[in-house]
């Protein structure tokens, strides 16, 4: 790996092997975070709380299936951080159960059909809006799910987070994703691009 490597921050990175990241990112140099020490991150710290990362340092940020542990009132405060982390022309992905689909899961009755199978194992709309179950009942407390979002919802969020380039898109798997860049993408072509790049 280059020494001038682009740099990637994976917050929320969970066990190493699976970061879930794409490839995309594969010449980068990664740096993992988690609150969890025992998936030993790179740097040990709350998303909402990424102070032992220089302003400006990373050229992007992934963060999947991490924000929707926070509760509510703490979602700004992360959105500031990822926004602080960033280069100037760096960008962050930001991917969070669609709590809109769900809910017409759960209207038809189907809360505890398995939706697929992630590396963990089945994935339940009752583990898409009240976090992992087989995780939550080994006590693993941090991973119950403390907020949701819907495209309006991450959109609002962004917009006051003061992101000047955004797109939220619904992907497979009843997720949705959040492309962010401090200003917007001089042309729409480079943003969809990107998108395309990193199979959104």
Known sequence: MSAMAKVIINAGCGPPGRDRLPNFFADWRHVRVDIDPDVAPDIV???????????????????????????????????????RVLRDDGFACIVVPDMQRIAA??????????????????????????????????GQQAMAHRCGFTPAVMTRCLVEAGFGGYAVLRRANYELAALVRKRDWARSSDRDALIAALDL
Not at 54 to 64: M, P, V
């Open 45 to 83: 710290a709350d998303i909402t709380d990424l102070s032992m990362i220089e302003s400006g340092a990373a050229d992007a940020l992934w963060t999947a299936h991490c924000v929707e542990h926070l509760y509510a009132h703490a979602v700004p405060t992360a959105l500031a951080e990822i926004r």
């Open 105 to 138: 899961l759960i209207a038809e009755d189907r809360m505890h059909e398995t939706l697929y199978v992630s590396p963990a194992g089945p994935i339940t709309p009752h583990d898409m809006v009240f976090g992992f179950g087989p995780a939550i009942a080994g």
